[in-house]
């Protein structure tokens, strides 16, 4: 009999909420046969005021020996900015090497989007994960003083472009459309930029049926807003991945239905998968939060697991779900939970 | 009497067209005791093509001794991708120290936006212009190799972030709602957001009038399409200010509308001021251009040169034009610059 060894980790603010509902549509859809095994980590704001821990070596290895990890959400106010983002969600994904960082944008029908006509929208973009401004690289000299002079430095090698493009190239050339995407800014950030740009050609080659084209990333926000439909998968960089994703999130329905999964394709390390949203805390604690971003991320987690036909049914249900909720009254987390854990069970 | 001594860069692509237009509509609102005197430049691909000369020491001393600079775009495909952005755009708003990026977006009534609902929209962004990743900071080693890494380096200053703030504070406190939000990535880009915030923080306390927020530039995004309204100046960095405008152009109208300031306002070098867009190569030379957002940098650069009646009365022209617009069969470039320097002549 098969096992799905699971790491839980509710984290801050309406975290707690989404996971609970994403864990229930998890138990519903899973076959009779595997068996789930969950546990619970107790990370983020609580633990880090407690102890001043945010990710110890212990916690890795521990998190290691599960096959994936599903995440609600880390962050609070009380938190000084950066503390848990670099302590906590960055250091994980560099620790467990997540190079693939996974954000389908999907409208589906009966969605509201803050766009004018509908437009068809069904994209995924892919994020480098382990690189560019995100490696902490860069620092401050003279601090507080009228020359302080404050550094970023975005690092970018050829063996961490070219498996993230390898990745994109072979996800573009699974997908009816077969169009590939690389969005930069290699006018500007030259050295980058001809890196992605050269990395992005070369392996072009070897996939003669995707059709690919390069955008920069200031004309990619245009187009998002005013042709999403051109996009099919989108590659670029960890940073500017972070911005479209969350300009893509909300022409698609929002950051209420965003998933994204945290991605190592080679296994190494177990992948982590959450929502694109935030802790929330504003509405935290008052079943408010929306748990289908959290109910989406779970159906990355099983199809990256191998589960796709329970991947996809999840899909299906969230679709039907969301179709049936214009003009319905408001429901509440766990409502929203119990009616695709009920479609999904079906 | 007075004088306009003007530098003017027609450039490549559209921007020959949409800076006739720009003339025009400058000739005919200036005040008749006002000399205007123009001298036009020739930079971009067919200059490069022909000597290699992106922008010389001699022509920035030329340039040096005008009052201001009107540019119409810069940029074609049969110039390798950076070779003019950063050898003639760049270089020159560091050279002349052009700190404030100036870009405002303002929905006019009757334009046509892609979002729905017909959001009010009507802010200015202030963008830092002489520092961050655009300091071609950075390098390659290894080039071409599978082991060649790429550097990008952003730097701020103390020196450099202040007087972007205080430019954004003093605007802000100008504007009937006295709002500032800072858009930056501090919970990731902590050196350099800790200069920002801190900076802004600071200088706040001079204008307790200002309402102040923080967003980051990824929520930044989704405001921009959700809550566009909830902007009223906002002060970023080089990087994210290129992004969030060419969203905000989007948004807002359009990049056909889109006008921005690259503005010294010590006046120790003179401002140059250009449409948002590029030089559109698929469409130059046919008459198909917008000059809006050339005619309304022209207003910009009125403003910045003290002329305030005169940029009001083309802001006012170009309002009543679009608003005139839905319905009318499309005009071509020099019919939308005669009937915008027929209004501003009134
Ligand atoms: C919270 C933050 C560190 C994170 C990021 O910038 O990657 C978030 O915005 C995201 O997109 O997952
Ligand atoms: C052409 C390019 C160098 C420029 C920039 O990135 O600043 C453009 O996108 C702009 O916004 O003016």
């Known amino acids: 009999s098969r096992s799905l060894n699971l790491a839980v980790i509710p984290g801050d603010g309406i975290g707690q909420e989404v996971v609970a509902e994403g864990l229930k549509v998890l138990s519903a859809v899973l076959p009779q046969d595997v068996k789930l095994e969950t546990k619970e980590y107790d990370f983020g704001a609580r633990r880090y005021h407690a102890t001043g821990e945010t990710l110890t070596d212990a916690d890795l290895e521990a998190l290691q020996q599960h096959d994936a990890i599903l995440l609600g959400a880390i962050g609070d ?20 090497d997540h190079h693939v960082n996974l954000r389908p944008s999907k409208l589906l029908p009966g969605v509201a989007t803050p766009l004018a006509g509908q437009p068809e929208i069904d994209f995924v973009v892919v994020r480098e994960g382990t690189e560019g401004p995100y490696t902490g690289n ?15 430095v975005s690092v970018n090698t050829a063996y961490g472009v070219e498996r993230v493009v390898r990745d994109a190239f072979a ?41 690919t084209e390069y955008i920069h990333v200031d004309a990619a926000t245009i187009f998002l807003v005013t042709q999403p439909e051109r996009f099919d998968v989108i590659v670029t960089d960890n940073l500017f991945g972070d911005i479209i994703t969350d300009l893509a999130a909300a022409v ?79 429901r509440s987390t766990a409502q929203i939970g119990d009616a695709l854990a009920g479609r999904v069970a079906g």
Do not use: C
């Open 77 to 96: 106010p009380s938190v000084p900015s950066g503390v848990l983002e670099r302590g906590f969600l960055l250091k994980l994904r560099f620790a467990f």
């Open 138 to 152: 860069g620092g401050t000299i003279r601090k507080g003083t009228p020359h302080e002079v404050a550094t970023e």
């Open 252 to 330: 698609s329905g929002g950051i209420g239905v965003a998933a994204s999964g945290n991605i190592n394709p080679s296994g190494d390390f177990p992948s982590m998968f959450e929502p694109v949203h935030g802790s929330a805390p504003d509405i935290a604690g008052q079943g408010k939060a929306d748990p289908t971003a959290t109910v989406l991320s779970v159906a990355l987690l099983l199809r990256h697991l191998g589960y796709e036909a329970e991947a996809a049914r999840i899909e299906e249900a969230v679709a039907a779900d969301l179709g049936e909720r214009g003009g319905l009254p408001a």
């Open 171 to 211: 996800r573009a050339q699974a997908r009816p459309r077969k169009k590939l995407t690389l969005v930069h800014k290699n006018n500007v950030l030259t050295f980058a930029g001809h890196l992605w740009t050269d990395i992005f050609n070369k392996v072009a080659e070897e996939y003669p049926e995707v059709t």
